[in-house]
């Protein structure tokens, strides 16, 4: 049963850069069959896809922060990350990490998601 | 961009009874491409439906998914205490994937 777990800071200054890891245990971030995203959750702005990448490297990632965003695969460490720039109070919110179905499975959907980890953009 | 709209915001049910979510796209989405989650306080979204229809492993046969178009539809047939919670729908079809605002789901 693959799970999935955030790690990273809580807390962030306004202007500066947010990077979360996501562990993958009991499967493999090296497969064709599926792909890793990052979702956000906040008040204000609901459940928000921020991104997916695959196994190649290859990102798909959501227009309204595609300027501030990367993605990386850490294959021997079974780990995938997020960066963000250029971080605001907006970017407050709770950070998710998921599974994502790839085309071989007629779809992409998300699952299973990490717990989830908060993070405060603040001075 | 897809935007997904829910209906009700809010849902009272007894347990026992019938809920049925709406989510409506603005858009054509096709079935293929839409899921439906369950999020209880504190925890994450848990997947229930994909393809419009299909349970995800462990999820008891009292949830059904339907719909076409851009019209879709979650209902759970006698409601356990265990199924109060938010639903959200989500389409992936196109680029930026995207959530509906979500229906509470509350004891009546």
């Known amino acids: 049963q693959t799970q999935l777990q955030e790690s990273g800071p809580g807390l962030v200054k306004p202007s500066e850069t947010l990077s979360l890891t996501c562990t993958v245990s009991g499967g493999t971030v090296s497969s064709s069959t599926y792909y890793w995203a990052w979702i956000r959750q906040s008040p204000g702005r609901g459940l928000e896809w921020i991104g997916t990448?695959?196994?190649?490297?290859?990102?798909s990632l959501n227009p309204s922060l595609q300027s501030r965003v990367s993605m990386s695969v850490d294959r021997p460490k079974n780990q995938f990350s997020l960066t963000l720039r250029s971080v605001t109070a907006a970017d407050t919110a709770v950070y998710y990490c998921?599974?994502?179905?790839?085309?071989?499975?007629?779809?992409?959907?998300?699952?299973?998601w990490g717990q989830g980890t908060p993070v405060t953009v603040s001075s | 961009e897809i935007v997904l709209t829910q209906s009700p915001g809010t849902l009272s049910l007894s347990p026992g009874g019938r809920a049925s979510v709406s989510c409506r796209a603005s858009?054509?989405?096709?079935?293929?491409?839409l899921a439906w989650y369950q999020q209880k306080p504190g925890q994450a979204p848990r997947l229930v439906i994909f393809g419009a229809s299909w349970r995800a492993s462990g999820i008891p046969d009292r949830f059904s998914g339907s719909g076409s178009g851009t019209d879709f539809t979650l209902t759970i047939s006698r409601l356990e205490p265990e199924d109060f919670a938010v639903y959200y729908c989500?389409?992936?079809?196109?680029?930026?994937?995207?959530f509906g605002q979500g229906t509470k789901l509350e004891i009546k």
């Open positions: 858009q054509i989405v096709s079935s293929r491409y």
């Open positions: 998921a599974r994502q179905a790839g085309e071989a499975l007629g779809g992409y959907w998300l699952d299973p």
């Open positions: 990448i695959e196994d190649s490297g290859s990102t």
């Open positions: 989500q389409q992936y079809a196109s680029s930026p994937y995207t």
